[in-house]
């Protein structure tokens, strides 16, 4: 065991224990580590001015991530070093000079290409470029800085000089990566505990171990990558004193895939999950893109989208909509739950004391099966969906023409539960495809699934309609009416479309 936390910060490992659980790596790095570079602007992930990078090592291999330290536990940190803007010009940490010696170019592109005014949101706009300089696979786009820039809002200077920099620092003549620092000693064995029974940050090693401590303390917060429990410690001001790390957890992010059903473990994120989800079917990439930022991304896990039980989440209705299960652990006992049956009502789950959320097991569409999934919210990138609604239709023929044998439907953000709309199936199972009268009576049994509610997003007939806007909008798609006509943005590639055989 081992009763202390590890991270590199400036070239040296530095090991914390005196700490509370719900302590934030922005408060650390402001308060403690006086960083005062990094801003706080929103302290809820949205903003993006506390962005900074951790470099780690997984399975071996270096990663780099942007990260909203806001919402990030200090705790996250272990095995990481931690980036911020100050750590970013001359490696001897010698500062710049008037005439800007010794910035990242990065910062050197921001400077010359005029991209900050006030400069609040400056430090997070650069960290999010320098991880956009370190990662991207050759020079960038238009469409490649704008998403990483979607978790940066900028309210003074307007986002053409910014991503003029961006374009020339991440351009052809980009400069080489940053070396690797020396990382902490790997110990992937040993379990990690900080605190006492009654207030404690826990870092489990192995499945067996979580499964162990959280018998133990079943009062205890579970955290992946706490992009909705930071803002109960930001937002909330709750007090978390018991909290259970699962990001080293071995194992808890594999992913298996046998051709049939795809397996992604509990702590796969959202980044991560992406290309994978978008081999299942081009839209489910299309919408992770759109799933907060890359920042949010960076963090946020599938099994947290997941067991939070929120009745926007974005993975569920798809996952719900391709017949999925979701895999729970408690103690030693293993099972699986259909999607659908996993939410009960507002925020409850099927979810005992102590169980877990293991993995998620989806099944591929098979090539008869037609998939659309749409997302829609008041700002088109970095925002919760107002409905979401994904469409998944087996078809066939008969007497000649194509027929839907089934469908599985399900919404987002029109009831208490991510959940199916039975009617609408139900006019649909049978029907010719291209049939108006069965695609009115669906469209029109969507009043009998759904009672949508009316909050800040949207009111509940704006959501009414939506629904049977989506509906018809998959319909026509797969009836095979002109894409251009029904989207203005997320095309589906052509080449992906004959992948999929539709
Ligand atoms: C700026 C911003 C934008 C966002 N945009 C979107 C969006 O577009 N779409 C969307 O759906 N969501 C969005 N979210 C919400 C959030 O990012 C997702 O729900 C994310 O998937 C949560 O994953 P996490 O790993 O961060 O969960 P955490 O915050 O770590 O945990 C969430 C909940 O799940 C529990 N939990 C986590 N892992 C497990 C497990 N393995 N077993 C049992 N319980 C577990 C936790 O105890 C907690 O109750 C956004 C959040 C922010 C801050
Ligand atoms: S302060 Fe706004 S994202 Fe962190
Ligand atoms: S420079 Fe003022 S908020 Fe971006």
Known sequence: MRDVIRFVRRGQVVEVSDFHPRTTLLDWL???????????GCAEGDCGACTIVLRRLRNG????????????????ADGAEILTVE????????????SGEGLHPVQRAMVDMHGSQCGFCTPGIVMSLFALHETAPGPVDRRAIDDALAGNLCRCTGYRPIA?????????????????????????????????????????????SLAALYARHPDAVLVSGATDVGLWATKALR???????????????????????????????????????????????????????????????????????????????????????????????????????????????????????RAVRVRRPGRDAAFRCFKVSKRF?????????????????????RVIRSARIAYGGMAGIP????????ALAGAPLSSRKAWDLALDAIAGDFS???????NAAYRGHVARNLLLKALTEVAGASTDRTRIVGRRPPELEAAHGR
């Open 61 to 76: 291999a270096p990663v780099v991530e942007p990260v909203n330290s806001c919402i990030l536990f200090l705790g996250q």
């Open 164 to 208: 003029d920099a961006a374009a020339r620092a991440c351009g052809p003549e980009r400069a080489p990566p940053r070396p690797l620092p020396t990382f902490p000693e790997a110990d992937p064995e040993r379990d990690v505990f900080v605190g006492s029974d009654e207030t404690f940050f826990a870092a489990p090693a192995s499945e067996a």
């Open 30 to 40: 402001r308060l403690t580590d006086r960083a005062t570079g990094t801003k706080e």
């Open 381 to 401: 990138d970095e925002d919760i969906s107002a409905v979401m609604g994904a469409f998944h239709f087996v078809l066939g023929e008969a007497g000649g023409e």
């Open 239 to 357: 007090d978390l004193p018991k909290i259970i790390w699962l990001g080293r957890v071995a194992g808890l992010d594999a992913v298996e895939d046998d051709g049939a059903t795809l397996t992604l473990g509990a702590t796969l994120t959202h980044a991560r999950a992406l290309p994978l989800l978008a081999g299942l079917d081009p839209d489910i990439g299309e919408l992770l893109r759109r799933f907060g930022s890359v920042q949010v991304r960076a963090s946020g896990t599938v099994g947290g989208n997941i067991a939070n039980g929120s009745p926007i989440g974005d993975l569920a209705p798809v996952m719900i909509a391709l017949g999925a299960e979701v895999e729970l652990r408690r103690g030693d006992e293993v099972r699986r739950v259909p999607m659908e049956d996993f939410f009960i009502a507002y925020r409850k789950q099927d979810r005992r004391p102590s169980e877990f959320v």
């Open 87 to 98: 750590d970013l010009g001359d490696p001897d940490g010698r500062p710049a000079g008037a």
């Open 452 to 458: 949508p509610m009316s909050d800040q997003r949207a």
């Open 419 to 426: 959940k199916r709309a039975a009617l609408a199936e139900a």
